[in-house]
């Protein structure tokens, strides 16, 4: 999922969901992985930029946004709690 790929008319298509398993077009590139919810929910034809970034980068945006998100969570759930008393 993500991988960016080039067909023969140039445009590059990015891989989601729906994409095959094996073969394909040239692989340029590959979307890391904390971006693939906000890409999903672009429009179909959307102008998209792209930021070279380092595996290593990724991974730490990976593992930042994973955090964040643990920490939203961790809120509702004392939030909850807070509520039941």
């Known amino acids: 999922m993500g991988s960016i790929q080039v067909p023969a008319s140039g445009r590059p298509i990015i891989l989601m969901a729906e994409r095959q398993t094996t073969g394909g077009y040239p692989k340029i590139a590959t979307v890391a992985s904390v971006d693939?919810?906000?890409?999903?929910?672009?429009?179909?034809g959307s102008q998209?930029?792209?930021?070279?970034v380092t595996q290593e980068q990724a991974e730490d945006l990976w593992i930042a946004h994973s955090r964040a998100l643990d920490e939203v969570l961790s809120g509702l759930d004392q939030a909850a709690d807070a509520?039941?008393?």
């Not at 693939?36 to 179909?44: E, S």
């Open 36 to 44: 693939l919810p906000r890409l999903a929910q672009a429009l179909t």
């Open 48 to 52: 998209i930029r792209f930021k070279l």
């Open 83 to 85: 509520a039941d008393v």
